[in-house]
């Protein structure tokens, strides 16, 4: 059977089983701080399995994709050395909330192993263990199911603790757990490797093909264990490894979906699809980047970005090993959406997408590779021992960028090792350093604790009254605050929007009788809102009843520029693709920030196509409608979320466009889109690697924008006597006539050149037999010292030439040796010592190089080396 075959086969046996068929996750987990990244089929139903989230099933079943490439599952250095290693897989799974448990679990995976109408595998085949003590689950197999006794094994605590077994699960320390049934398939005698339990378990002959664990127990801090109410079914099948079995190959890669990769990576590579290690890791990482990349991470310096970056330049490594030349990874994409994409369409639907990422890191990465190799190359040459130094390792990771398993790759291969250690003080120092520099003054309003929570009524308006619940002043609780004096007002209800969701905080003014306290900025605190501001007059005391007035001007500017963002951010997803992801925002009343994930500039072009969109949605002046629900209803619309931003069970979901945009917000809006007026993009660049960030202005800012604009261009007429039309071609023949000018000069200079060559041949002098010429000329550029030492090379014959010139404050050296003399002189020597001088560096070719320095004043010192030069070689 076919690997696709095989996952279709069992996704069906176990829907005929009553299960619903559940779609993979992301590889990004939802919710979910513990985990890098999604490893494994029950990570998804985790709430489901700790009770905290009720499904309309209670049987589920799926295909999940799953990387282990980072953080405490990490299986990167394995792959390409061993049969079965990969940094993605597909788990198959079958589950169970609180209905089955384990007379079905065990039943339904030997029915699907071994039943003809399915898998079809010879039952003297497979192997079964248990947990020591789980005789429930052994009574199953031997009295039930029939493997006989001398196929099954028991495995206790073999891992230095009270149930820390091979055949015992665990959330984690605490919280759900249980013991666990595998089944292992035998390759036979042939192969080496022993049952498992046994001394040669860790041979080959015996894999591990199912694993079924039972949630049975919850275990508290103080390790007992708690009966659960409602135990629950966790399984998972490697489709890789099952794929092998019904193969009939040993290894995973010999299975078909990997034979079409492995012949996609050697052509690309062109290299021969033979049994190479370094094959093997590019055919397994092109599916952990592409399904990375698909599913939004994209390659930086830290956290998920950082260990994409790391695989791609792994893999890259390894086609260099194998003789690739230039980019070839991305090469090997369309290959694997052929593969993998029916099951997961994401691949198709992205492909363009993963092919540039990918070919932008090769590209990136390629200029590093080089100066790292050579540097690594070097230090490996002075190298005394088998290991590589910490602080060698550390150089090439944080100067060159070199990932330290490239350098583990190359130490491998040549016998050497890694001193792991001296790596990680480097490491540490480094984290010491950057936390040093990252200490800032802390805010004290940021210490501000608050019992009790305050009502947004800012929706409805921007007035309304409000009781103080409490005052702070430089941090502390206070019961009043006095005329002059700064502090913090917090209210029970408050018009007041406070920052959030990329929203800047309203200002405003709190008011009653003969006070007023003047709002500068707005914040949270828990559930409550704090008022930041000065007393301008008057005594505020706790339990005051007070009128609460936002600036409206200001609150609705910052309501266009809000608006404006997620029309930009619907229109970014059109334009550059679904990739595109909010990865931050700022909104205030002058203007738009908007950070987004992308890998490449964003063309002019395009960014015109963005604004007109833009401007399209604002005229056709549709109304914004507002909707509370809860939040499954929410993404089942298709609603995008706010970076950062938390949500509780009820939402509000902002739509705009009659669909155009659909997002979660809690911020404030216009009510149609026709009050944004107008929206410019003002500037576009990079911010991080893989993050776009643009700035946009609407409104009365917009128009004021276009207006000085126009106020520059008139300026521009004016300076070059054109008016707005011909502008453009004035300036044209402004420049054209500039070039001229600068060729007639460039002449001028040659010619200025050539006749102080003719006056400079002359003051050569004879320095053991070689003719030796040093001479000042500034203001001459490097491009005129260049002409002319090849024109005194030909006057003089035979020569040693250093020409230098101070030209705006920097000293340019050229140094030059004819070709009859380059044996014994180098220019690059001569210019190495005579830029040094005048306090830079230069070097060159043995009989041309160029050079220069920021110390006028000592060149004529350093033209006076030529003669000392000459004299010591």
């Known amino acids: 059977m076919k690997s696709a075959e095989i996952r279709e086969a069992f996704l069906r046996f176990f829907e005929e089983k009553g299960h619903t068929r559940v779609a993979s996750s992301s590889l990004i987990p939802a919710n979910d701080p513990t985990l890098l990244f999604t490893n494994a089929g029950m990570n998804q139903f985790k709430d489901c399995f700790l009770g905290l989230e009720k499904r309309a099933y209670t049987r589920a079943t799926s295909s999940q994709k799953c990387v282990r490439a980072g953080g405490k599952h990490n299986d990167l250095e394995n792959v390409g050395y061993t049969a079965r290693h990969h940094t993605f897989f597909e788990m198959l799974g079958n589950f169970s909330f609180g209905d089955y448990f384990k007379r079905d679990a065990i039943t339904y995976a030997w029915e699907f192993l071994t039943s003809p109408k399915w898998l079809g595998l010879p039952q003297d085949k497979l192997w079964v263990t248990v947990y020591a003590s789980d005789d429930e689950a052994y009574d199953i197999w031997t009295k039930e199911v029939g493997v006989p006794a001398e196929r099954m094994v028991r495995i206790g605590d073999n891992k230095g603790a009270p149930y820390a077994s091979d055949n015992f699960w665990a959330m984690g320390d605490t919280g759900p757990c249980g013991p666990c049934t595998e089944i292992f398939y035998d390759h036979g005698a042939d192969i080496w490797g022993g049952p498992p339990g046994s001394p040669e378990e860790d041979g ?34 490697g489709l890789e490894r099952i794929s092998a079995v019904l193969q009939h190959v040993h290894s995973n890669y010999e299975i078909d979906l990997f034979q079409n990769l492995l012949a996609a990576a050697a052509d690309a590579i062109g ?37 994409l970056r790391r695989i791609i330049r792994r893999a890259c490594r390894h086609g260099n090993k194998l003789g690739a030349r230039g980019a070839f990874f991305h090469r090997i994409v369309a290959a694997l959406a052929a593969e993998m994409g029916d099951a997961f369409p994401e691949l198709r639907q992205q492909q363009a997408h993963i092919e540039r990422v990918l070919k932008n890191e090769e590209e990136q990465f390629a200029k590093t590779l080089e100066q ?71 805010d004290y309003n940021a210490l501000v604790k608050v019992e009790g929570e305050t ?52 200002c405003g003014y709190l008011q009653a009788d003969g006070l007023r306290f003047d709002v500068r900025d707005t914040s949270k605190a828990g559930g409550a809102f704090l008022h930041h501001g000065i007393l301008d007059q008057g005594s505020l ?64 072009e ?27 209803t929410a993404k089942a619309k298709g609603a995008m979320a706010l970076f950062g931003e938390k949500y509780g069970e009820r939402v509000r979901v902002l739509t705009m466009g009659g669909g155009f945009s659909v997002e979660l917000c809690g911020g404030t809006h216009v009510s149609r889109t026709g009050d944004i007026g107008l929206f410019k993009i003002v500037s576009e660049g990079g911010v991080a690697a893989g993050v776009r960030r643009i700035e946009a202005v609407t409104g009365a800012q917009a128009l004021a924008y276009l207006n000085a604009a126009e106020e520059q261009l008139k300026e521009a007429a004016s300076l070059v006597k054109a008016t707005r039309d011909n502008l453009v071609d004035k300036l044209g023949g402004v420049l054209e006539r500039n070039r001229q000018l600068e060729k007639e000069l460039e002449q001028l200079k040659a010619k200025a050149a050539s006749a102080a060559g003719n006056d400079l041949a002359s003051a050569a002098v004879e320095v053991g037999g070689v003719k030796v010429l040093s001479a000042r000329l500034d203001g001459s550029d490097g ?5 002319l030492v090849d024109q005194l090379k030909n006057k003089l014959g035979s020569a040693v030439i250093l020409l230098g010139s101070e030209l705006d404050g920097k000293v340019v050296l050229v140094a030059g040796v004819t070709a009859d003399l380059t044996a014994r002189f180098k220019a690059g020597e001569l210019m190495k010592q005579a830029a040094a001088v005048v306090g830079g560096k230069g070097g060159g070719r043995p009989d041309m190089a160029q050079g220069g320095g920021t110390e006028p004043g000592k060149l004529d010192e350093a033209l006076a080396l030529a003669t000392a030069f000459v004299e010591a070689c």
């Open 204 to 237: 080959d002959r015996y894999i591990e093909i199912w694993n079924n664990v039972f949630m049975q127990f919850n275990r508290t801090a103080d390790g007992v264990m708690h009966p659960l109410p409602a135990p629950s079914v966790d399984t998972g099948m």
């Open 271 to 307: 290299c021969a699809n033979d049994d190479a290690p370094s094959l093997k890791v590019v055919a397994d990482h092109i599916r952990s980047c592409s399904f990375l990349i698909a599913d939004g991470v994209l390659p930086s310096n830290e956290g998920r970005g950082y260990v």
């Open 372 to 442: 790292g190799l050579r540097i690594l190359e070097q230090d490996l040459a002075a190298l005394d021992g088998k290991e590589i130094p910490g602080e060698v390792v550390f150089k090439l990771y944080d100067t060159y960028g070199f990932p330290v398993d490239l350098t583990n790759d190359i130490a491998r291969e040549r016998g050497l090792t890694l001193d792991e250690a001296g790596f990680e003080r480097e490491m540490e120092a480094q984290r010491e350093r950057a936390r040093a520099s990252s200490a800032f003054g802390m």
């Open 455 to 506: 009502r947004f009524i800012g929706y409805q308006g921007t007035r309304g009254s409000g009781q103080v619940l409490a005052l702070f002043k430089e941090g502390m609780a206070v019961q009043q605050l006095h005329a002059g004096e700064e502090g913090v007002v917090v209210l029970d209800q408050t018009p007041f929007y406070a920052e959030s969701g990329g929203q800047v905080g309203d």
């Open 541 to 604: 005391s706790v339990g005051s009843q007070i009128e609460a007035v936002v600036d409206d001007s200001v609150r609705q500017a910052t309501a266009l520029n809000h608006s404006a963002t997620h029309l930009l951010h619907a229109a970014l997803r059109q334009f550059l693709g679904e990739h595109v992801q909010q990865k931050g925002s700022l909104v205030d009343s002058q203007r738009l920030r908007f950070d987004f994930s992308h890998f490449e500039a964003v063309r002019p």
């Open 606 to 632: 395009q960014l015109k196509a963005l604004e007109d969109k833009v401007n399209e949605e604002i005229r056709r002046n549709t109304p914004v409608e507002i909707e509370e629900t809860d939040i499954d």
């Open 783 to 787: 491009k005129a010292l260049l002409a």
